[in-house]
């Protein structure tokens, strides 16, 4: 069974950045797809990007392209999400969850927005707080 633990988080200015990790065990790295998803107070969970580890495909949110990038270290086992020009939007709990790649990529082919949707992904972690202070 996978298991995912998050790390990285904490508290950044405006304008700062951060990297989260995702370091994934139990199971073959190469058969998922791990997305990043935020949930804010009161505000639902978000999904922000996916990158499917096989063939490094990747996902972002209108929200943070341009800012976030998403890799995965086949070697550690690891996936990481690059946080730039943060925002006090940003600010959330962060969490990391895996999809088998197979069913993700079976998902776009009938909604290009399926990266994003929570309910595909089967595990999750226990989550990371990221904070943005103004």
């Known amino acids: 069974e996978v298991q995912l633990v998050e790390s990285g988080g904490g508290l950044v200015q405006t304008g700062g950045s951060l990297r989260l990790s995702c370091s994934v065990s139990g199971s073959t790295f190469d058969d998922y797809a791990i997305g990043w998803f935020r949930q804010a107070p009161g505000k639902e969970r978000e999904g922000i990007s996916c990158?499917?580890?096989?063939?490094?495909?990747?996902h972002y949110s209108d929200s943070v392209r341009g800012r976030f990038t998403i890799t995965s270290d086949n070697a550690k086992n690891t996936v990481y999400l690059h946080m730039n020009t943060l925002k006090p939007d940003d600010t959330a709990v962060y969490y990391c969850a895996a999809v088998w790649s197979t069913l993700l990529d079976r998902a776009i082919r009938l909604r290009p927005s399926a990266p994003f949707r929570a309910d595909l992904y089967s595990t999750w972690g226990q989550g990371t707080q990221v904070t943005v202070s103004s």
């Open positions: 990158i499917s580890v096989s063939d490094s495909s990747k």
